[in-house]
């Protein structure tokens, strides 16, 4: 049992919190309903916490700076969403009190921890009780108390938060109506108790015993324009980005600007070797708007931009443009339906010219760009689009290699140029992303990087193996880092049905490769572990 947490601990507590925000990130995806139903809290917490974790592992053992400055540098760097931008802050909170301090007893860590909830509270811009802040603050005061009751050793303190933060959390859908109405607790603050009682086992060495996390029985909504588990009306996008090159005074007319522009609003700040960042996360409406400010702010990078609702994209209609695309498996399938996309579902053995043709036929625009994804369709795709031509129909093949560079198409389409201008613009997109893909060997071969055994994983970018080895989180870092050695601005990640290998990816670029933007995106195809274009 620790007396004192030391900064060694400080990295086995960050280590054991992201083991226990994996195991639960499902079921805390699940109870996410405020502040807009997403289902991406635990996901957020979880790519949070690693960021966090990869900063500190990148140091080193001998790190030059204390792990409390690295570990809350990394989660400020590579935090997503709203609740993993509060968890940010507190990692900060408790790095500006116990950095380069001696090891923090019962006492210094009830304080430390109360700093942090008011740091947290002060990040963002609304605060609401019934949320991760009222979750934090009750740890924080529960902590307090012990200490002020005698109970002063560490491993009753860090047991006093933890159970505090534990009741604060039992009582948030008495605080919000929404919850109380879904039948769950905060998700955010369900997965900072999860942090906590990590903490707990890295002090006493014995985990807590806590009931699961799960739903309640809910209560009849109050009728209302927004149901549960439906996003309520207002700002639709959440955007985020870091901004750098900006004093105190420019993210204060930051902070005032985009309070006004919507909801939501956490900005923290972490100073960094390159001078000081801030991680600035919103809700708006004016997507435009946000960015803008940030613009006139500093320099903002790695900027985000996710819908909070589904977009519905209007079916199209005679005379307009429509894109046709060659998917393989459900999950790419719905991605590029949600950008509008009319999708031909198969891979290169079970897709044919007809089907392509068919789909063409079928949107009933008179011009279409088509992208077969695959470069064993690019010819099937040609002549489905002759097909087309001769049937009136102006159909143009962009040879996407890859669903990235097909994504990247899409990105850059818009159907307010000419047509032949808008095909020459996607072509240019495509062409300009780098792609490559982490496989699975089915038998043992020789590949352009060596041979290969069943099992092995394969990093191929462009279409030649460059990577091959035992451990697939090793091999995807790998290719990435090769792809990124080139430069790159972007990295969209599709990943496959392992989504730790995604978290793992995303956690590692978060931390060696902060200024790139990365978009991520679940539902791979078959056989497929991990897709990536890089632009």
Known sequence: MLQALDEEAAGRWCRAACVALSESRARLDDLNVFPVPDGDTGTNLVLTAQAALAALDAAGEAPAESPWILLARGAVLGARGNSGTILAQLFRGLADQLAGAPPADGPTFALAMQKAAETAYAAVADPEEGTFLTVARGGARAAVEAVDEGRTGLADVVRATA?????????TPDQLDVLRDAGVVDAGGAGLCLVLDAL????????PARPPLVRRPARAARARDDAPHQPPAGPGSEVQYLLVDADEEAVARLHERLAALGDSLVVVGVDTPGGRAWNVHVHVADVGAAIEAGIE????????VTPLAPVRQPAPVPGTRAVVAVVDGEGLAGLFTREGVRVV??????????????EIIACTAADVVVLPNDPDLTALASRAAARAREEGRDAAVVPTRSPVQGLAAIAVADPARRFGDDVIAMA??????????VTVADQEAL???GRCRPGDALG??????????PDLTAVARELLDRLLGAGGELATLVIGADRDLGDAVCAHLAALHPTVEVARYDGGPAGSLLLVGVE
């Open 460 to 469: 191929s970018a462009e279409g030649d193996v460059v990577v091959v080895g």
């Open 297 to 304: 702010a500093g320099r903002p990078y790695r900027i985000s």
């Open 447 to 449: 590949t352009s990087a």
């Open 200 to 207: 707990v086992t890295t002090v006493t060495g014995v985990e």
């Open 345 to 358: 579902a198969g891979g290169p053995d079970g897709v044919s010219e007809d089907d392509v043709l068919a």
């Open 428 to 437: 240019e997109a495509a062409a300009a992303t780098r792609w490559a893909e």
């Open 163 to 171: 159970d505090g933060a534990r009741a604060a959390l039992e009582s």
